[in-house]
């Protein structure tokens, strides 16, 4: 086994010559990804094996028309989602990964680059470590192939949606993608794809964050210029948010919590999966990813943080007109559930509330609320989704129609980045795209270097159903 794992990163080296980017961080992470592997391979091996024919899970009428819920059918290794403890980070809840993760020398939260290092290698990094990884993907911010995105971006109407942009800007990047190149030129095999694939990684997650920030200056400017150079003295994340035209160092902390919590939530949500799926068909890492991207910008995905800031001040405006104490948090509490118990009975739901998977209090916004208490706690509208978080539970409990009475993530992020002032609700979906790209792009890089085979689950029809039962 170690035999072959030696010859294929022999074999990966050889074959992309001038085209790597000769790094030493590089050449550290993959030891570190093949190390992983090693350990690995043989358990896998020994789990198709002897286990190969155990079932997972049951496969229910009711699971073929509800959209697959609760079907295990996929083995996806960047996270795993628990209902009690919620998300997983390669074995680290959120808080271990807040206190393990290397931070910015200013900063308190955990760089969106140590979180990447432990997507791909299952081990938390060091501060030189980040300090490299920064460095590596400042390197490989190419101004000709981001040049390319811009007039990709610039050729779409104005009025096109920020997540129609980002998914062709970064179809626009494609146009320097290894792995394709390496396919089309005889180059690329199931020994040296994972490499490959990790090449076109890398190389996106160094570029999209330029191209998202010029969809945002287009957005709120009319023009795509960035609003900063990049600056060989800041992190990925801190960059990002510059060059979106923010200096306030306590918002580029936020932003490195914002895009390290987002990166992931398991393999079946609607980007991970769908990223998977097309990367299956051996699409190289842009097309997967652009793909995600598509799946995120739906209503059901990546929008409901905009729909509980919808929910959030048209309570707050009701509380206003009302005339609500609004810094009375026993007079707000009593005017909020008035106003929620009237939303219930209307047939309508609370946005922000309940998960799939979840059945407690969404860690990913325990630390945003968490943020928003250290860092500025007399906030109006972070008010009134404190006091929200404090009566909902109860009357979600006492309705009856949720499975999970407490909030997900959703229900607090909006509230950060208004404050900071990123006020356009339509780019908010380009702004989880860019950090979920960390963990889609790490699961891509697993699946090839596991030789994972192209998807194809079965179908039936309901005509096959009415004969199978006799309906």
Not at 6 to 23: E, K, Q
Request: net charge positive; proline share 4%.
């Amino acid at each position: 086994m170690m035999l072959r794992l030696a010859t294929r990163a022999a074999s990966a080296r050889n074959v992309m010559g001038a085209a790597r980017l000769a790094s030493v961080v590089v050449d550290d992470l993959k030891a570190k990804i093949l190390a992983k592997h090693g350990e690995d391979a043989p358990k896998i091996a020994r789990l198709k094996k002897e286990f190969g024919n155990e079932k997972l899970s049951d496969a229910t009428v009711e699971k073929a028309y509800g959209g697959m819920r609760d079907i295990i059918g996929l083995v996806y290794e960047p996270s795993l989602l628990d209902a009690q403890e919620g998300i997983r980070f390669r074995g680290l809840s959120i808080p271990e990964c807040q206190e393990q993760l290397p931070k910015a020398a200013n900063g308190t939260e955990p760089l969106p680059e140590g979180m990447f290092w432990l997507l791909l290698t299952g081990v938390a990094g060091s501060a030189s470590m980040a300090l490299r990884a920064t460095a590596e993907l400042q390197a490989r911010a190419d101004p000709a192939a981001i040049e390319v995105a811009r007039k990709a971006i610039e050729a779409l109407p104005a009025t096109a949606h920020p997540m129609t942009q980002f998914s062709v800007g970064v179809l626009a990047l494609q146009h320097a993608s290894k792995f394709a190149s390496a396919y089309a030129a005889g180059k690329a095999s199931k020994n040296n794809y994972w490499e490959l694939a990790l090449e076109d990684s890398l190389d996106c997650i160094a570029r999209t964050p330029q191209v998202a920030a010029m969809i945002y200056r287009r957005l709120t400017t009319g023009k795509t210029d960035l609003a900063a150079p990049l600056r060989k003295d800041l992190d990925w994340a801190a960059n990002f948010t510059n060059q979106l035209g923010f200096q306030d160092e306590k918002f580029w902390d936020c932003m490195r919590l914002y895009l390290s919590i987002h990166v992931d939530h398991e393999g079946g949500n609607v980007s991970a999966h769908t990223t998977t799926l097309v990367g299956s068909a051996l699409s190289d890492p842009y097309l997967s990813f652009s793909a995600g991207l598509n799946g995120l910008a739906g209503p059901l995905h990546g929008l409901a943080n905009q729909e509980v800031l919808t929910y959030i001040f048209a309570m707050r405006d009701k509380c206003k007109e009302a005339g609500v104490n609004m810094k009375d948090r026993k007079e707000l509490a009593a005017a909020l559930e008035k106003f929620t118990w009237e939303l219930l009975n209307s047939k309508r739901v609370v946005p922000g509330y309940g998960h799939a998977v979840l059945r407690k209090t969404d860690p990913r916004y325990t630390c945003q609320r968490e943020f928003a208490t250290r860092n500025f706690p007399d906030d109006e509208l972070f008010f009134v989704v404190d006091t929200i978080y404090s009566i909902m539970p109860d009357i979600l409990t006492k309705h009856g129609k949720t499975k999970n009475p407490f909030p997900n993530v959703d229900a607090h992020s909006g509230v950060l980045l208004q404050h900071y002032g990123l006020t356009q609700q339509a780019y908010y979906t380009v702004l989880f795209g860019v950090s979920r790209q960390l963990g889609v792009l790490s699961g891509l890089v697993w699946d090839r270097l596991q030789g994972r085979p192209i998807e194809r689950p079965k179908s039936v029809t309901s005509d096959w159903l009415f004969k199978k039962f006799k309906i």
